[in-house]
């Protein structure tokens, strides 16, 4: 991994984060994953294995550790 971010030339630093996606209808998140954050704009970068992790876990199907309720709001109608 680059030790500079691609966006700012920023450093990068190892930190856990939370990942989230929609993904059929429902909102994922997934909880420490390892990354690589710019410490000056705050870009986000996944090592390869972190990638086909997070995928495994998304499409997989496996029981999540807990459920969540979360609100929805409509910015505009």
């Known amino acids: 991994m680059n ?9 990068l630093n190892r930190q ?9 209808g429902q909102f994922m998140i997934i909880e420490h994953v390892p990354a ?3 410490e000056q704009c705050g870009e986000v970068y ?3 294995e ?3 992790r997070i ?3 998304i499409w997989s199907g496996e029981t999540p550790a807990r459920m ?3 609100p929805v709001y409509e910015f505009e109608r």
């Not at 030790?3 to 450093?11: I, L, Q, S």
């Not at 856990?16 to 059929?24: I, K, P």
């Open 36 to 38: 690589w954050v710019c």
């Open 68 to 70: 969540v309720e979360t």
């Open 3 to 11: 030790d500079r971010c691609n966006v700012c030339e920023g450093r």
């Open 16 to 24: 856990n984060v939370t990942y989230t996606q929609f993904y059929e």
């Open 50 to 52: 972190v990638v086909d």
């Open 46 to 48: 996944y090592d390869p």
């Open 55 to 57: 995928q495994h876990l």
